[in-house]
């Protein structure tokens, strides 16, 4: 599990370089972006919750997945 950032929606504001408890965030000046050095990401998720622009996710956590175990949990017993 490791995070990604989505250069189309990341706006550069820099949040997650100092959250980065594994220092595995830098900022690629040339692109404008930040980028994850997945070898040394942990998953731990601090940056996907601190992103403003929602530009960071963590792999097998996209919202959609989040919601869909949501819906499965709290589907109607017969149902599931």
Do not use: H, M, W
């Amino acid at each position: 599990v490791r995070a990604t950032v989505d250069e189309k929606l990341c706006g550069a504001c820099k949040t997650c370089l100092s959250l980065c408890p594994y220092l595995a965030i830098t900022f690629d000046r040339e692109a404008g972006v930040a980028t994850i050095n997945e070898a040394l990401c942990k998953g731990c998720g601090t940056c996907v919750a601190a992103c403003p622009a929602s530009a960071i996710t963590g792999a097998g956590f996209t919202d959609d997945q989040i919601l869909a175990e949501l819906e499965g949990i709290l589907a109607p017993v017969g149902v599931r």
